[in-house]
């Protein structure tokens, strides 16, 4: 299938993981991808490694917590394609935090990149869409809003507010052919996963709390997330708007 024919999209955090799947499937389905990542060095690399695959992806290095940068390279990817149809929030940090040890200025440097980000953006590619009177959005939260296990409460926190914020934007956007869903990964094995997970453990073992209690027992992929990304964003999906898209193997949490 190739659904994004002739379409533009903006991946945040597509440098790795989740993202990195996201702006691979785009692309193979035709689109031409920006990889909007705090890690230049990283943007680059999964940009090249996609091109030299005959994809058409370039790196757009930004800090997605900054609006200037948001604003700055999302109007030089504009300008050089003519419109920007579709937008991927997977930007994301997700370090362990013991409540005890909390701060307010840990507590906002996590709800920064994993929720203020996600309005700057979208705060930005809006306009943009109404102006073509079409757009897509697709941004990340995490099953750890329904479970509370793992990670930090600013996370969690964040990723529920991504839930709320989504629906706000999905009855702003609904009028203009924007749609906006909240993506809801399960665990999925990506290389910051692999970061975090206890010194001797598999990612498997580290998982297996949660992977025991879904109905497919095992780690999601990056790409199971990615097949979930390209319906949500895909231009058939234009009556499907303000859901959670959860992908988390059918567990048995509420
Ligand atoms: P990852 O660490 O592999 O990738 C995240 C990317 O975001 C990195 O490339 C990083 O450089 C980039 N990034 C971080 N801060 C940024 C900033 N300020 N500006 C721009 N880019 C920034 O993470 P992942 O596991 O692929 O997760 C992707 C998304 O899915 C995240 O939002 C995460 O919270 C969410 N999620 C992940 C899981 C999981 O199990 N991996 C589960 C649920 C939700």
Redesign the pocket.
Same mark, same amino acid.
């Given at each position: 299938m190739r659904r994004f024919e002739g379409q533009h999209a903006l991946v945040?955090?597509? +440098?790795?993981?989740?993202?990195?799947?996201c702006a691979t499937r785009l692309a193979e389905e035709g689109a031409s991808v920006g990889i #909007? *990542?705090?890690?230049a060095e990283?943007?680059g690399d999964a940009a090249r490694r996609l091109s030299d695959k005959g994809l058409d992806v370039r790196a757009c290095p +930004? *800090? #997605?917590? *900054?609006p200037a940068q948001v604003s700055a390279v999302f109007d030089a990817f504009e300008s050089d394609h003519g419109s920007i149809e579709v937008l991927v929030?997977?930007?994301?940090?997700?370090p362990s935090v013991p409540f005890a040890d909390m701060t307010l200025e840990s507590w906002r440097s996590i709800t920064? #990149?994993?929720l203020d980000?996600v309005f700057v953006t979208c705060h930005d590619v809006l306009p943009r869409m109404r102006r073509n009177g079409y757009g897509r959005i697709g941004n990340?939260?995490?099953? #750890?809003v329904k479970t509370g296990m793992f990670s930090s409460a600013a996370?969690i926190s964040a990723?529920a507010g991504v839930v709320g914020l989504t629906r706000f934007l999905a009855r702003e956007g609904g009028p203009d052919g924007i749609t906006v869903n909240t993506?809801?990964?399960? @665990? /999925?094995?990506? @290389?910051?996963?692999k970061n975090i997970i206890p010194a001797g453990q598999t990612v498997e073992e580290a998982m297996a709390p949660l992977t025991s209690l879904q109905c497919v027992p095992r @780690?999601?992929l @990056?790409e199971d /997330?990615a097949e979930g990304v390209a319906y949500a964003c895909s231009p058939g999906a234009g009556f499907y708007t303000g859901q959670v898209l959860y992908i988390g193997g059918g567990d048995t949490f509420t």
């Amino acid at each position: 299938m190739r659904r994004f024919e002739g379409q533009h999209a903006l991946v945040t955090g597509g +440098a790795n993981g989740i993202g990195f799947a996201c702006a691979t499937r785009l692309a193979e389905e035709g689109a031409s991808v920006g990889i #909007v *990542d705090i890690n230049a060095e990283a943007a680059g690399d999964a940009a090249r490694r996609l091109s030299d695959k005959g994809l058409d992806v370039r790196a757009c290095p +930004a *800090d #997605v917590t *900054d609006p200037a940068q948001v604003s700055a390279v999302f109007d030089a990817f504009e300008s050089d394609h003519g419109s920007i149809e579709v937008l991927v929030n997977m930007a994301g940090i997700f370090p362990s935090v013991p409540f005890a040890d909390m701060t307010l200025e840990s507590w906002r440097s996590i709800t920064a #990149v994993n929720l203020d980000a996600v309005f700057v953006t979208c705060h930005d590619v809006l306009p943009r869409m109404r102006r073509n009177g079409y757009g897509r959005i697709g941004n990340a939260s995490s099953g #750890v809003v329904k479970t509370g296990m793992f990670s930090s409460a600013a996370y969690i926190s964040a990723k529920a507010g991504v839930v709320g914020l989504t629906r706000f934007l999905a009855r702003e956007g609904g009028p203009d052919g924007i749609t906006v869903n909240t993506i809801m990964p399960g @665990p /999925i094995a990506t @290389p910051q996963i692999k970061n975090i997970i206890p010194a001797g453990q598999t990612v498997e073992e580290a998982m297996a709390p949660l992977t025991s209690l879904q109905c497919v027992p095992r @780690p999601g992929l @990056p790409e199971d /997330i990615a097949e979930g990304v390209a319906y949500a964003c895909s231009p058939g999906a234009g009556f499907y708007t303000g859901q959670v898209l959860y992908i988390g193997g059918g567990d048995t949490f509420t």
